[in-house]
């Protein structure tokens, strides 16, 4: 077995703010994905990786970075973040993209 | 364009019924289908998937009826318990892609005792 972390569980940020969320796991998988989960909109890909150092685009990149810095870790940026903006953002893992993703608690957001 | 789509949005059975949630979706290239259960405060987990040459597949209480003709689903849940009071988000994978699941918006389930 396996776990995700992702860390902050809770992240508070102001308006124009440049905040990160780490994600970290210990599956030994080689793919990573990053989702948006917005209140009655489903889980939308904003970034994966299959790979260390590898970064594909998913539908909803604008606004977001990403960075795999090493097997193990995936990393989202919100480059400006959004008055009121409000999302649970949640990290995946699978040994390969045909896979079943195994999914983080999430990382709950708030802009004020 | 949404690619899945799922009815009813909120659904709220008594204890022992069968609740029935539906899936349909638009790319006849979709060829891998899970269901994932979402409780309050955690990350989606895998509940059960078929693929589209079955048409049903079971797993305890957790059936998937499969229609590939109509690129419909749906997950029947008999015995429902208050432990399954959750969320379930259907998924589709496109063939040949890979990596990206398509996810619907999410159902709702309701158990009453």
């Given at each position: 077995g396996g776990i995700i972390t992702q860390t902050p569980k809770f992240l508070i940020g102001q308006e124009g703010q440049k905040l990160t969320l780490k994600c970290q796991q210990n599956f030994n998988h080689d793919t990573m994905y990053w989702y948006r989960q917005d209140s009655g909109k489903g889980l939308r890909l904003i970034y994966y990786s299959i790979t260390e150092n590898d970064l594909q685009k998913g539908d909803l990149s604008e606004g977001y970075d990403a960075s795999r810095e090493k097997k193990s870790s995936f990393s989202l940026t919100v480059t400006s973040a959004q008055k009121n903006e409000m999302a649970v953002f949640l990290c995946a893992s699978s040994m390969g993209g045909q896979d079943t993703q195994y999914f983080g608690p999430g990382t709950r957001l708030l802009v004020l | 364009?949404?690619?899945?789509?799922?009815?009813?949005?909120?659904?709220?059975?008594?204890?022992?019924?069968?609740?029935?949630?539906?899936?349909?979706?638009?790319?006849?290239?979709?060829?891998?289908?899970?269901?994932?259960?979402?409780?309050?405060?955690?990350?989606?987990?895998?509940?059960?998937?078929?693929?589209?040459?079955?048409?049903?597949?079971?797993?305890?209480?957790?059936?998937?009826?499969?229609?590939?003709?109509?690129?419909?689903?749906?997950?029947?849940i008999t015995d429902s318990q208050p432990g399954d009071s959750a969320t379930y988000f259907c998924a589709a994978r496109q063939q040949g892609t890979g990596s990206k699941l398509s996810f619907g918006k999410g159902a709702k389930l309701t158990v009453s005792p």
């Open positions: - | 364009q949404q690619q899945v789509r799922q009815s009813p949005q909120s659904l709220t059975v008594w204890e022992g019924e069968t609740a029935i949630l539906n899936c349909s979706y638009e790319d006849s290239t979709f060829n891998y289908f899970p269901w994932y259960q979402q409780f309050p405060g955690e990350g989606p987990a895998l509940l059960i998937s078929i693929r589209s040459v079955s048409d049903k597949k079971e797993d305890g209480r957790f059936t998937i009826f499969f229609n590939k003709r109509e690129k419909k689903l749906s997950l029947h």
